[in-house]
């Protein structure tokens, strides 16, 4: 079980969101409440927009918690659009190259959930993925794989019909494996301008999603900071605290798309990608 | 909050009391129930006894439950007498020289507990121990400068008295400094012989320390273990899962010392080192 | 560019051969002499078998050198056949899965050397692992893929008749994009009992690798040791300091094998896997 | 041996500094051409000011080389004054409190050099500190014992003077010890607006320290940038390649300040803090 969120709006200090609120992000990932894995210490990730087009990512395989150069990095670097995210292994090594986000060119990638039976259908997977983008899989993730899938089915032209071509076909392999509801995740993606937020599972069931309504949302992050630009917006995949009003739960089969100060949500539906 | 355990008897396999019972050492290591701090996974350490008078000594800073290594080497290492520790750090460093066991020629030590004051009192602390032992010390930890305060005042002719000297020496400091009630422990020594368990608390109060009553207790640590030896013997920081009546509880202000076969309750008090 | 070692012999501290030499293997990682790329400081591994017939593997990402887990180790295990191998990365992730030596079961496997065009041909070669073993790749070396390919072709009932169908596989994928010489290697192989030591590359000049001719070649490891068994063997895939007559260079395309006191040499060469 | 570069000019991403040139720090790092040991791959670190007064620093203990945050970080920040050390351990461990650059409030600090017989004169060393800034110290390196004593002796109020009483501090402690000529040293030092550069040793050889003349000499360290600032300044321990007339050695006994576009020699003594 995992954890992240994403903000984008005015440029902030990563600490102001990430470290400051008592219930924080890092905070979350030494005792995680609603999680089904009690602990995410097993690495974390932070990617970010700033000057280049590129994102910047910073990954680790130890805890957030005690990583000093994440704290000071942080406290240093200030971003209009980032995503960070601690994980919690279940199985597959915890190193360097399983953290998220992953990014690919602009992009990045971040989930939380699981393929059911992913050991077994690894392989027909990463078969689906272009001869042209399987050399830049790193790490052995089925987060990794479903990243590259996307973006063999069009992602860095459509984020969500490529996404859900991936689900289909995620489901698809499943199912040729004999696992009837491979898929549970949510998933945020990001081109350094808008955030995907998608919330699904193959049994109807997914883990939480939440984005902010309004700038009160925000302020439960950090109550600390005084004021956030109109435009700021934040996804997090499991409420901070105690849930309030101010959270929007985005519904199952659904996602969200934030694009400055616009937030459009729409339906999202596993489809053929043929 | 640390947690630590000391085994002495026939050789076992590490991984048959450490990795294998259900509620195992690496398992309170993802969530020590009546720990303060909810998770230690700043890193831990094993200290085992084979063939050399010199113990070895396997120490990392990350998180047990997710070190490859170290579940190879518990499966691989046989010993007669082995201490494992997991630690939360509390401020200082995470990092290999602050985790325990501390060793010195034969000499292992464990701890859990805290220097009240600490950050203050280091430095004067720090000039009690012996110009020839000093330069040995590692890390920055209170643990480390403790063992090397008992080492300073005999621990290796008496560990007993050392230690009632080195709990004298940092009262006396705390005082000096305005802390009343400086000293909370549970300490771990070995030679490769014998086991020192030793509870203390200035204010009376210490963290909880446990023996094994019997083989029955033993076998609380892994049911899966047909036989422990007659002379197996166990301490614990913290009774593994539910507490039966096999464990003996190590009273306050008391010593156990296990010697093969025997097991030997004393009582603790600082006494001046001069 | 890789260096590694094996023994076989009476059970000897693994410090003893990899340390106390003067240009021992860990020596040698700070500053590779006849090496391509400078310094081998992107991990290493040793594998050894003891008393259980699977291997125990340490393996770390960080150099050789400044490990001082692995030197408390090495001074504490003794072993009757190991191997041990240093790294310098070529491309791919400096992370403790991507460190020799491979385990699969009661098999251990190193390598030094490269597929010429992995990048582009690791998905056709990734296909050619049987589904039954493909779940237990963890890591995304080259070095990896060749062991998990010979294991499909059978390393476990003949290992030098599968590698060499492996090394058939690999200049066929090659040659597919290209690649008209795509290998160079020395392998190392064990399963506990017997070495193999395998030297060859498509264009007929491959890395070196050498074997002790008598106790002599051992004693250069460690002139302090007194004596060596009589059926105490070594390959090396660099020879320790000066070369001299004690160390029997294994000719290009051919393969030695250990078992016990008894040492053959074989001819080596791809063989069709059909 | 170490290895260090300090930069105040127009702000430039560090990759163009450190990672882009051909004979690049992290080049260097590999097989520093002129040290005595032959490879700087014990922990890196680079400190840099941006936008707090605090600057940031972030340090790892594994070789700069495969260090892939390390690399990204210096795609994505920018700085107007930065300096970068890479650190090849001589007896302390290698841990990120052990390396370079040490910091307290604005101020960084890197060394290259050694103090003989620091080993036995530590104890001494360290009770020169004072009781506010001791419990500041972190790791166990000389260099952040004498980063210390500066701090202790004045250096936030005058840098070059507070480092003179250090050095005949240290001067004089290890006389007591019998070392006649202990200190051997490169500095850098700075306070976000100022670098300071200091060269000495007591025997009278300190190891090498340039300035750069002209923005010639900044063009050696990456030719592909087509144009520093009028006030862009560098010092590095060690020439980067070949060296040109356009890097001016630092005499010895003698130490440099840059302070925007202008640069001050100056002779450098110890001098009692009494």
Not at 57 to 62: C, D, E, L, Q
Not at 172 to 187: D, I, K, P
């Given at each position: 079980m995992f954890w992240w969120i994403a903000y984008s709006g005015e440029p902030k200090f990563l600490d102001e969101l990430l470290f400051k609120p008592e219930h924080s992000l890092i905070d979350q990932s030494?005792?995680?409440r609603s999680s089904v894995t009690p602990t995410n210490g097993d690495g974390f990730g932070i990617g970010r927009y700033s000057e280049r087009e590129t994102p910047g990512?910073?990954?680790?395989?130890?805890p957030a918690w005690n990583d000093r150069n994440l704290r000071d990095l942080a406290e240093q670097i200030r971003s209009h659009l980032f995503l960070a995210h601690v994980r919690a292994a279940t199985g597959t090594a915890v190193q360097q190259t399983n953290c998220h986000p992953f990014r690919f060119g602009k992009w990045l990638f971040?989930?939380?959930?699981?393929?059911?039976?992913f050991r077994e259908m690894k392989r027909d997977l990463v078969q689906e993925v272009s001869p042209e983008l399987y050399p830049s899989i790193?790490?052995?993730t089925d987060s990794e794989v479903m990243f590259f899938l996307a973006l063999t089915l069009g992602l860095e032209d459509d984020p969500l019909a490529a996404t859900a071509r991936m689900a289909h076909l995620v489901e698809?392999?499943?199912?040729?494996?004999?696992?009837?509801?491979?898929?549970?995740?949510?998933?945020g993606i990001s081109d350094g301008k808008r955030v995907f937020g998608i919330r699904y599972a193959s049994d109807g069931s997914p883990r939480t999603l939440f984005h902010s309504r309004d700038m009160c949302a925000?302020?439960?992050?950090?109550?600390?900071?005084?004021?956030f630009s109109?435009?700021?917006?934040?996804?997090?995949s499991e409420p901070f605290g105690t849930l309030s009003e101010s959270w929007v739960e985005i519904p199952p089969s659904s996602?969200?798309?934030?694009?400055?100060a616009k937030l459009e949500t729409r339906e999202f539906h596993p489809s053929s990608p043929h």
């Open positions: 030494l005792s995680a990512i910073y990954r680790n395989f130890r971040v989930r939380n959930g699981v393929i059911h039976g790193e790490g052995t698809q392999v499943g199912r040729a494996h004999g696992v009837e509801e491979a898929l549970t995740l949510t998933l925000l302020k439960e992050l950090n109550p600390k900071i005084d004021r109109d435009d700021a917006r934040a996804v997090v996602a969200v798309i934030i694009d400055g």
